[in-house]
């Protein structure tokens, strides 16, 4: 982000980017920063392509066309998939490109040995945007609430930062609530965050399979009941339970292989502070628990599937079939 940080600062821009990585809210955002930076509110010389296999004659069509009243033509091309299986003709169309015409990319997904990717490094730039580590959350959050001339406790910020997850969009509008809320005090606390922030279904399902684990069933059916009234499917939360011990057996493999918390975090996209509790959640289970447990998903989701058990009654099932084991 440095790059384009400063490309933006200086007002120096490549006339290629790729902007790629599994961070929505960054994605967006820097798009948006360059194109206001490089043509402004000019939609007359900027043009949108949205979708997979791109029509490159028109795509090339517009590009070669000059730009009207002004210096530059912009074209957005987002979710293309040619990072991953580029047609023939789209790097000689990046070769060929006119010095007048700049050309954004927006990609969740490459493939760093395709011949596009290859090609926008070496005419242009490529930026990697993902999820950010708990840290640069952190002091991201912390500088937005200054901005609005609210401080932080510790404590909250650590809350605050459990209830929402890593999703930066999700963390950008829980954090407006808060300090709507926290108008006229200090400043935010553990409480403000208790009273206003939504916990992520994630969470509570994390918080359901810890309760099976120590075989709580009644609170671990309390949780499933609260997701209910939360407008969350069954078959969404049953999917839910079996990543999460899909995540328990790969964190059980690689702590035996001796991996540690940021190995294991780097390895399922998960912040460490998760991480570390998966590790503690596995111990409580052996592996053929956990692979029984995975099984025990899929085959209700089929027994659904079939009409064998209605949806609601499908999860109770697994719930309570793992917290009397």
């Known amino acids: 982000m440095q790059k384009l940080n400063q490309d933006l600062k200086k007002k120096e821009f490549e006339q290629i980017y790729l902007l790629y990585g599994d961070e929505p809210f960054l994605l967006s955002s820097y798009k948006k920063r360059l194109k206001a930076a490089i043509v402004g509110d000019d939609e007359m010389n900027s043009s949108y392509y949205e979708g997979k296999n791109p029509d490159l004659s028109a795509v090339r069509s517009m590009a070669e066309t000059m730009p009207f009243f002004a210096e530059r033509r912009l074209i957005i091309l987002e979710n293309s998939g040619l990072m991953k299986n580029s047609s023939e003709g789209w790097t000689e169309f990046l070769d060929q490109l006119p010095e007048f015409t700049s050309v954004i990319f927006v990609e969740p997904e490459v493939d760093k040995r395709n011949k596009m990717f290859k090609k926008i490094r070496e005419r242009g730039y490529a930026a990697e945007l993902n999820r950010q580590k708990d840290a640069e959350l952190k002091r991201w959050i912390l500088g937005l609430a200054g901005r609005e001339g609210m401080k932080m406790t510790a404590d909250a910020l650590e809350l605050f930062l ?125 592996k053929e628990q956990v692979r029984e447990y995975v099984e025990l998903c899929v085959q209700s989701e089929e027994d659904v599937k079939k009409g064998n058990l209605n949806e609601k009654m499908a999860v109770e099932l697994v719930i309570v079939k793992i917290s009397r084991r």
Not at 171 to 178: A, D
Not at 185 to 201: M, N, P, Y
Not at 269 to 277: D, H, N, S, T
Request: aromatic content about 6%.
């Open 162 to 286: 459990q209830k929402t997850g890593d999703s930066m969009e999700n963390i950008r509008m829980e954090l407006e609530k808060l300090i709507a809320y926290c108008q006229g005090k200090e400043g935010i606390k553990r409480e403000d965050v208790e009273a206003v922030c939504t916990e992520q279904t994630a969470n509570r399902i994390f918080e359901m399979i810890e309760a099976v684990a120590v075989g709580n069933e009644k609170k671990a059916l309390e949780l499933y009941y609260d997701l209910l009234a939360l407008k969350e499917s069954s078959m969404r939360i049953l999917f839910l339970i079996a990543r999460q011990f899909n995540q328990l057996m790969i964190v059980k493999e690689m702590a035996a292989n001796g991996a540690g918390k940021d190995a294991i975090a780097s390895a399922l996209k998960l912040r460490p502070f998760i991480a570390g509790k998966l590790m503690n959640q596995a111990r409580t289970f052996t």
